[in-house]
């Protein structure tokens, strides 16, 4: 059974970092292409970054080159280091296998505030 645990997140002010971290099992992370994503509110989930099963990564053009993914394939875990936080990065982040729309985690609450 695919199970994912999101966490890192926190409260920062605009222009620091964090680093989150999604730790997965029943399934193998580096056999799937794997994805960050995140929710407001007012948002339907919207896809934040992806990671390959052979490497290349990509990002959603608000966050292309702030935040990073990454993968450990020997701790089964996906990585999202975040960088120069503003404000429009508040929500909650998931990380799933890419294309997939179930087992999701409970995520890891992101708030960027003054």
């Known amino acids: 059974q695919v199970q994912l645990v999101e966490s890192g997140g926190g409260l920062v002010q605009p222009g620091e970092s964090l680093r989150l971290t999604c730790v997965g099992s029943?399934?193998?992370?580096?056999?799937?292409?794997m994805a960050w994503y995140r929710r407001t509110p007012e948002t339907q989930r919207e896809l934040v970054a992806f990671?390959?099963?052979?490497?290349?990564?990509s990002y959603a053009a608000s966050v292309e080159g702030r935040f990073t993914v990454s993968r450990d394939n020997v701790q089964n875990t996906l990585y999202l280091q975040m960088n120069n936080l503003k404000i429009e990065d508040t929500a909650i982040y998931y990380c799933?296998?890419?294309?997939?729309?179930?087992?999701w985690g409970q995520g890891t609450r992101v708030t960027i505030s003054t």
């Open positions: 799933n296998i890419y294309n997939r729309d179930t087992d």
């Open positions: 990671i390959h099963t052979g490497g290349s990564t």
């Open positions: 029943g399934f193998t992370i580096k056999a799937y292409h």
